[in-house]
């Protein structure tokens, strides 16, 4: 179900008329998905929620990131406004989850994102789960064709390649490599005691690329594996999954890792990936507000978009 774009959500303080002292919620446009059909444009970001909490569900996990959508964008909307004049924010609403219906929201949130990018805008889509990846990936691959070569780069602590007969938020990386001859798998952060033997077993059969959260801060080799991963592929999508952050920076999660990424670390990895030129699509998945904290978590996936935004504006798109 679609759900438009609410202008509630986007209030902050005014700090004056002048745009030096603009906020983000000053610049920010509100339009329906069916505007964006119409739309052209250079250097905008069309922002897209997922609310979903099935797929944590299904894999067992804490419900309730299904209201991430709504206070990412609070957060989002108070944070002082250090873009481009050119650059164009624009909310294009939500995507709903009805029930139990996991599958047919992810078809429709794929819709939503490939009218995006038809629109030549950068779609930024805040989860819900890590489901979210999987309509994320539809959205893309069919803007993009089956035949051109599709590179997926997640921040995550997990695999997420489990064997379950029902898809969820833990098995989405394993469905896309079944079923796409054309993609492979980047991931950054993954944790010895957040996965499994077997996942690892599963990772390496299906050809995973893959750094150990203990490994990530050596910048010059992490640096050089996702430089050679980035030039394999025609395209580029982007996923966090922010279980992947240091619980005690991101206790708001459906999984919290004692043994998490520094979250300075993700920043940087956020201002490297942004930068690569066949970048099309980023999504933040797993922020709960139900179990947040004083909204720690939100808040700063609220800064990391607006890092990413902030490093990403002045790339052309592929």
């Known amino acids: 179900m679609y759900k438009q774009p ?9 700090d004056g008329p002048d745009s030096l002292s603009s906020r983000i919620f000053q610049k920010v446009e509100l339009q329906t998905i069916e505007s964006i059909k119409t739309y052209k444009g250079t250097n905008s970001f069309c922002i897209m929620g997922f ?15 299904a209201e991430a959508p709504k206070e990412i964008r609070r957060y989002l909307a108070s944070i002082p406004y250090h873009f481009n ?31 995006i990018l038809q629109a030549s805008a950068f779609p930024v889509i805040l989860g819900g789960g890590h489901e979210t990846l999987y309509g994320h990936y539809l959205g893309v691959r069919s ?11 997640n921040i995550d602590a997990h695999f997420d390649m489990r064997n379950d007969s029902l898809p969820s938020s833990g098995t989405m990386f394993k469905q896309i490599l079944e079923e796409d001859q054309n993609t492979s798998y980047l991931v950054l952060g993954i944790q010895k005691y ?19 959260e203990e490994d990530i801060e050596n910048y010059p080799k992490t640096f050089q594996v996702i430089d050679h991963f980035c030039k394999k592929h025609d395209a580029i999508i982007f996923t966090l999954c922010t279980d992947a952050i ?24 956020i201002k490297y990936i942004s930068k690569k030129t066949n ?19 939100s808040r700063l996936a609220a800064y990391l978009i607006a890092e990413l935004i902030s490093n990403r504006q002045n790339i052309v798109s592929a």
């Open 51 to 65: 609310e979903c909490d099935e797929g944590v569900r299904r894999n067992k996990g804490r419900i309730g990131a």
């Open 6 to 14: 609410q202008s509630q959500l986007w209030q902050g303080r005014n």
């Open 246 to 269: 240091c619980s005690d920076a991101a206790p708001g999660v459906s999984a919290p890792s004692p043994f998490g990424l520094n979250k300075k670390v993700v920043r940087n990895l």
């Open 194 to 212: 957040g996965n499994t033997k077997r996942l690892f077993n599963t990772a390496e059969k299906y050809n995973c690329i893959y750094i150990l």
């Open 143 to 153: 803007y993009l064709g089956d035949s051109v070569s599709l590179g997926i780069i």
């Open 85 to 115: 004049e050119n650059v164009k924010l624009i909310d294009t609403g939500n995507t709903v989850c009805e029930g139990t219906n996991l599958e047919a929201a992810q078809k429709e949130l794929g819709h939503y994102i490939k009218t």
């Open 279 to 297: 970048l099309l699509s980023f999504d933040i998945s797993e922020v709960n507000p139900l179990l947040d904290q004083d909204g720690k978590t």
